[in-house]
């Protein structure tokens, strides 16, 4: 398996018929004019942004697209996941709607998941649909999030729980943003690089493990590759299964424990891919559990995760706590909880589990 050479771009292709589109993968590609042609020709660009992100890398943007759209509007909005809500999405509409922006409107999406989950969500909505681009400067939004069109805002009852199916027009990954993410952030990242391989990919799993060094350092072709395959991987998926009938959901290996941490110490406290790294350590102990993997596959993955700088016990709520919080799980049927369980290394299997024997793992999983 060979990284990409850090001075090119890769090009990974979701196939969605006619909503297919491009995930363009190097370093300069905000500054590099190729990157934004052929986008849906319009009167209007908004770049929704946010006040960490905007400004490092807004006014590149800007330029970039000045050539390409009469007005290039931009609105900053507050950062974090406290505001990944209805109330801050009202924002981007008031700037739409204030600027007189039509139907072709085209919205640029600038920083993280939640920039890019809320941006997609405006996206949606706006006129009925309206086109968008992600330009994800987090890992975990090249690696995961601006991919496969899931878009939402979370309501106080829930995390995510409204959004919308809705697929960005190009995904633009460029590599150099990683370099100003603060490594707590690196390491959330790392999370759902790691994922793919469990789930999918056991050779990817050796690559990161003998890559993470060169990936924590920020090695421009270890992270080129480390995006680049994760984009692959998730491609394949959401091309199977775009709106999670089945399949889908194998993408959400360790999310099921990880919402119940999120929740339980309150949104923020963990980062998503913390909460998500600690929850696939849990997910992969319940899959012991059942007879699935080996102790040495368990500890494989905890080693890995330790290394990556990701937290390895779980805060202790309380397994009654964790059940609660699991149970308005979107993969929940009728309130029985569904995990992502490793059937055998490199294949996921999305079923249920007993309560006392999930209790027992998560008992055991916050015990340092
Ligand atoms: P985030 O968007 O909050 O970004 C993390 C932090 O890094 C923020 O403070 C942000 O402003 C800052 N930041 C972003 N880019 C930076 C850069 N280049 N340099 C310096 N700072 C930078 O969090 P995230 O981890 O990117 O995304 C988490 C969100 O994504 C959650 O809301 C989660 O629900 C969502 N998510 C969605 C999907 C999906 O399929 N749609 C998948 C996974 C996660
Ligand atoms: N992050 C899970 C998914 O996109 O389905």
Same mark, same amino acid.
């Given at each position: 398996m060979t990284p990409t050479p850090a001075?090119?771009?890769a090009l990974v292709d979701?196939?969605?018929?006619?909503?297919? +589109?491009p995930i363009v993968i190097g370093a300069g590609l905000i500054d590099r004019p190729s990157t934004w042609e052929g986008l849906p020709r319009a009167a209007s660009a908004l770049i929704v942004t946010n006040d960490v992100v905007g400004p490092l890398y807004?006014?590149?943007?800007?330029?970039a697209l000045q050539p390409h759209y009469a007005r290039v509007l931009h609105i900053v909005l507050p950062d974090g996941?406290? +505001?990944?809500?209805?109330?801050t999405l009202n924002r981007i509409f008031d700037v739409l709607l204030g600027q007189a922006c039509d139907r072709k409107t085209v919205l640029f999406a600038l920083g993280g998941g939640v920039m890019g989950d809320m941006t997609g969500f405006a996206a949606a909505c706006y006129m009925r649909g309206v086109p968008f681009v992600q330009v994800p400067t987090t890992l975990l939004a090249q690696v995961d999030s601006s991919v496969g069109g899931k878009t939402a805002v979370n309501h106080p009852m829930g995390k995510n729980m409204i959004g919308a199916f809705y697929q960005p027009v190009r995904v633009v990954c460029d590599l150099d943003t990683l370099q100003t993410l603060p490594s707590r952030e690196l390491s959330a990242g790392l999370a759902e690089v790691i994922k793919y391989g469990p789930i999918h990919d056991m050779a990817f799993l050796d690559w990161i493990e003998a890559n993470l060094d060169l990936l924590l350092a920020r090695d421009a072709s270890a992270l080129a590759w480390a995006v680049r395959r994760s984009c692959e991987i998730k491609?394949?998926?959401v091309g199977q299964d775009e709106r999670e009938s089945g399949l889908r959901a194998i993408l959400n290996f360790g999310h099921t424990f990880g919402h119940a941490i999120e929740a339980g110490l309150g949104f923020g406290a963990w980062l998503h891919g913390e909460a998500v790294g600690c929850g696939m350590l849990m997910a992969a102990r319940l899959s012991e559990r059942l007879g699935y993997v080996d102790a040495a596959f368990v500890g494989r993955l905890t080693s890995l995760a330790r290394r990556a700088g990701l937290p390895t016990v779980g805060p202790a709520?309380?397994?009654?706590?964790?059940?609660e919080h699991m149970r308005v799980d979107k993969k929940a049927q009728d309130?029985?909880?569904?995990?992502?369980?490793?059937?055998?290394p490199g294949q996921a299997v999305v079923q249920g589990a007993p309560d006392a024997l999930v209790a027992e793992v998560i008992e055991q999983?916050?015990?340092?």
């Open positions: 001075s090119s771009s979701i196939q969605l018929g006619d909503r297919s +589109y807004l006014e590149r943007l800007q330029r996941e406290a +505001y990944k809500t209805w109330e491609a394949e998926v709520l309380g397994a009654q706590s964790y059940l309130g029985d909880i569904r995990f992502v369980l490793i059937q055998r999983s916050c015990r340092s």
